[in-house]
């Protein structure tokens, strides 16, 4: 998050940046169950702080890519999420090589999103509750600049 943060601040001043501030920054973040990572609440707060959108997965992030073959409920560890997601062979996940296959997931996002919706709706404690993800609103985010580009 503090990289995230830094990146934010001298991008108008950057030359690899072209100087332009960003309209906005995004952190993708894990909690890594089954302990969360213990810094995650200040991370959390700090982005808050920079004003740092979060994409955060509840176990990690391969619930979010999960979510576009199957619904997920109840508790994963991060490990058992990975291992679930290794088994749907068309994706190229290998928790040794967590190399992805890209054309499996573009035509599943729309259910992914509404799964990950649905976890949402259902979490009475927010990001806390396992299963949870939100990185479906950073990925609609982009899709929406793609199509505005696109024209």
């Not at 089954?34 to 990690?60: F, K, M, T, W, Y």
């Not at 890519?65 to 062979?89: D, I, M, P, W």
């Not at 054309?103 to 009475?124: G, I, Q, T, W």
Request: proline share 6%.
């Amino acid at each position: 998050m503090r990289a995230a943060a830094k990146h934010q601040e001298r991008a108008p001043r950057s030359r690899q940046d072209r100087f332009t501030p960003y309209d906005e920054v995004w952190c993708v973040m894990d909690v890594e169950a089954p302990a969360p990572h213990p810094n995650l609440d200040r991370a959390l707060r700090e982005a808050r702080q920079h004003g740092i959108n979060v994409a955060l997965s509840n176990p990690c992030f391969e619930l979010w890519l999960l979510l576009h073959f199957q619904e997920v409920r109840g508790y994963n560890t991060s490990e058992a999420a990975q291992r679930l997601l290794e088994q749907h062979k068309t994706c190229g996940y290998r928790t040794g090589r967590k190399h992805l296959d890209y054309s499996p997931f573009r035509l599943a996002h729309p259910d992914a999103a509404a799964r990950a919706r649905v976890l949402r709706e259902a979490a009475e404690q927010g990001h806390r509750t396992n299963p949870w993800t939100d990185v479906d609103r950073l990925v609609d985010g982009l899709l929406e600049q793609a199509r505005t580009a696109r024209g």
